[in-house]
Structure formats: C-alpha cells, structure tokens
C-alpha cells in the first residue's frame, strides 16, 4: 500500500534545515510502519525503538539529554551504530517518555539535520500537556487514515486515480467508469481506511473478517481509555467516545450533552473531549456565526458537531450491517447521512489543512459545511439521498451570494448556475476545482 505521506517524508530528508521529525497519528493509521518503510527505501537502514514495548529505554533518557549519549546507548539494543545521515532513528510511542519528546531539543541545538523521527497513537496528547514541548524546535508532519486515492491505488486502479486527477469540468465521466468508481466507493464505507482492514479486506473480501479487525481497534482505543487518560475523565471518555454515532443520528446533528448522559453539562465533559481530539480519534465541526474571513473568528466554542476519524469505525460504532449501509434506501436514512458526512470531512482533512465548521439561520437553514480555501468561502452540503434540491442552499445563496457553492451527491460531476456537483469520488479534487 502507498502511502502519499512518503512524499513529505522524503522531502523532509533531502531539506537542508530539516529538525527532527514529529509523526502524529492516531492508533492503527499506520505510523510505524510507513516509518519503517521509509527507513528501508531511503537510508542504509533504521533502528527502531518502541517505548511501549521497550519501557526500559526510558532509563536512556532519565540522566541528561546529551543527544551524542543518547545514541550511543540506543546503539546497544539496537545492535548497531547509528550513523549519523546513513540510520534513520525512529522512536515509536514516544507519548510514554516525555523526556524522550523533550531531548529533540538538544537533537536540533547538537546535532542538526540527525535523522531522527518519533511518533506514537497518542503524541497529540502529549504535546497538548504544558510539559517541555520542544516548540520551533522541530518539524510535524500527520498521517490520516488511507484517504479514497490511497485507497484506489489499494486495489490495483491507478488508472482510474490518474483520470480523476485530470479531469476538467465540463468533462464527462463516462457511466463504466462512475459505476465502477462507487462499486469500489462502496467497498471503502466497508473497510473504511484503517491499514489493517484494508488490507483484510482487499486479501479475503469478507465482511466479517474484516468488521472483526475494526471491532479489535475500536477495543484497543478503548483500553488506551483505560491506560493512559486521566483517571477521573475514563469513564467520561467512554460516553462521549461511544455517543458519537446517536449525536449524528438527531435530526440537527450537533452535539448535545444530554446524549451523553442525563443531565450532563458542559464544563464536565469539556476534559474529555479535548482529549479525544488531541488523540486524533474525534473532529469537531463548529458553528460560525456569519461566514467571513477568518471563518476562525466567527465560531462557536459551545455549538459543534462530533465526527469519528474513521467512516469505518463509526459504522461498526453504530451497529450499521455493510448491507443496510449500501444496498437498501430508505432504511436507516438520516444517520446514512451523516455517514456520508463524515466521509467527506475525512477527505477534506486528508488533503487540506483547512478546518471546517458548518452554519445555520435558526430553523430557517443549515449548510453541512462551510470551508476556505484561499481567500473564498465555500458552502458545502452532502447529499446520500437521489433528491439533490435544497432550500438550505438557497436560502444561503440569496443572503451571501458566493462565488461557488459544493454539492457532493450522487449527481453527475460539473458546474451549473454557480454550484459545483461532485461525485464523492472526487473529493480529493475539491481544492483546486474550487480555488479562485
């Protein structure tokens, strides 16, 4: 499987400046061994620690931080010397030695441009802590899940990416080529892009084989709950982390305490969202209040929706058979629809820096979300159902007028009247089919 992330992996190897390396990531996206096998392709060789399954290498980093010690003693374990340009050094679980995230300091200061990389499932916990985070001090790159090219370049159909990559509007997509598009579309909301059940899926086609490799990550967060949260926020994190499913199912979608538990209040629950969204394992989409630049300053702290990371995942969160969610319309319908939701909020994330918030007007409208790119702010709403027509969008256009407007529906793909309809098969193209 590729992975688009090598490309910045290995411009980061070839930057003159570059720092040492921080690869965020949540649990099973598939960190290690892309590092691994960036190791193997683009250096003599690597080394490769694991603060999880080593705890004793924290002894390393307990006396000083002198990066020439450091590497001199990881050099034992590892059963090599770890050359300076030739061994890429990878330090897995990281979030288990702070002290270890603190030495990259001394790494950047001592020994610049030493290639040495550390991840783990829970850095963004870490480095949300008032710890001695090494700011400035070194260079973040984050891998997603595997997004829909990624995925068509899984199953052996590089071509197909290639001619979504050059399509122009106005072009046709011919109807062999929609309908194989959604088959393998079809077959993502199934697996969704978790590495490993992706790769189950692709060696077995068997849906059970492959839910059960979703059932066991869905355990895993759940013993990271156990683990490694506060201990007063573990059981908060279990409600919150097992509501996301009914919160997408009400009829606005927003995320209300209530569904968590009774009687719930914000500044209780506050902790343990933050927390899950510095693991990575939630997305918050905010409410803005009028959509101007910076969509940032217009925000609502206290009005959001919560997404899961994974489509994946969150159809096994919510008990959803592989067959109601593709082949029978009408059952199961509004939470089919946030499906689809979250689906295109993984993408945007995938191929965008840019965070997306959504808006409404009272009970007059609301659009899925709003996104900028560049300096133009675009409407985006997601249909799952054949009916494409929206008083939302309407509504919306005659109070903003936009320059262009998203619609990601089943609806073949071009432009018409100022609204751009795309195929969810192509949401990797939003960005530049939508740039001023």
């Known amino acids: 499987m590729e992975r688009r992330l090598m490309a910045d992996l290995v411009r980061w190897k070839n930057s003159p400046t570059r720092k040492p390396l921080m690869l965020e990531g949540v649990r099973q996206c598939g960190k290690t061994w892309l590092l691994k096998r960036f190791g193997a392709e683009h250096f003599s060789g690597s080394a490769y620690f694991s603060f999880e399954e080593q705890p004793n290498l924290t002894a390393i980093f307990e006396s000083d931080l002198d990066p020439v010690r450091i590497l001199k003693e990881l050099s034992l374990p590892a059963g090599t010397p770890l050359i300076d340009g030739r061994t890429l050094v990878i330090l897995d679980e990281v979030q288990l030695c702070g002290k270890a995230i603190t030495s990259l300091k001394y790494f950047q200061e001592n020994l610049p441009g030493f290639p040495i990389t550390v991840a783990g499932s829970l850095l963004g916990v870490q480095m949300a802590r008032p710890t001695s985070y090494p700011v400035g001090k070194v260079d973040i790159l984050k891998l997603h899940p595997m997004d829909f090219e990624e995925f068509l370049d899984a199953v052996g159909e590089k071509g197909l990416r290639g001619f979504l990559s050059n399509l122009r509007v106005g072009e046709r997509i011919p109807e062999v080529v929609d309908d194989r598009l959604w088959h393998i579309l079809e077959s993502y909301l199934i697996c969704g892009g978790m590495p490993e059940s992706v790769q189950t899926w692709l060696s077995t086609t068997d849906v059970m084989k492959t839910e059960q490799v979703l059932k066991t990550i869905l355990l895993m967060y759940e013993r990271d709950f156990a683990k490694h949260a506060p201990t007063a926020d573990i059981p908060k994190l279990g409600l919150v982390w097992s509501s996301i499913p009914a919160q997408l199912s009400t009829p606005h979608e927003r995320f209300l305490y209530k569904q968590v538990k009774e009687g719930a209040r914000a500044r209780e629950y506050e902790n343990a969202l933050q927390w899950l969204s510095a693991a990575g394992m939630v997305h918050r989409v905010k409410r803005i209040e009028k959509p101007s630049l910076p969509l940032g300053a217009y925000a609502s702290a ?135």
């Not at 919510?318 to 909020?345: D, H, I, M, S, Y």
């Open 302 to 436: 206290d009005r959001f929706k919560l997404f899961c990371h994974d489509v994946g995942l969150l159809r096994i969160m919510a008990n959803l058979p592989a067959n109601v969610a593709l082949e029978r319309p009408g059952t199961f319908q509004e939470f089919k629809g946030a499906l689809w939701e979250n689906f295109f909020l993984q993408e945007h994330l995938a191929y965008s820096a840019e965070p997306a918030y959504f808006w409404d007007s009272g009970n007059q409208a609301e659009i899925d979300f709003v996104v900028q790119n560049e300096l133009r702010i675009i409407p985006v709403e997601v249909k799952s159902a054949d009916n494409v027509r929206s008083r939302s969008l309407h509504f919306y256009r005659e109070r903003y007028s936009p320059e262009i407007c998203v619609r990601v529906s089943k609806k073949k793909f071009g432009l018409e009247n100022g609204i751009l309809s795309l195929p969810p098969y192509m949401i990797a193209r939003f960005k530049d089919l939508t740039a001023p």
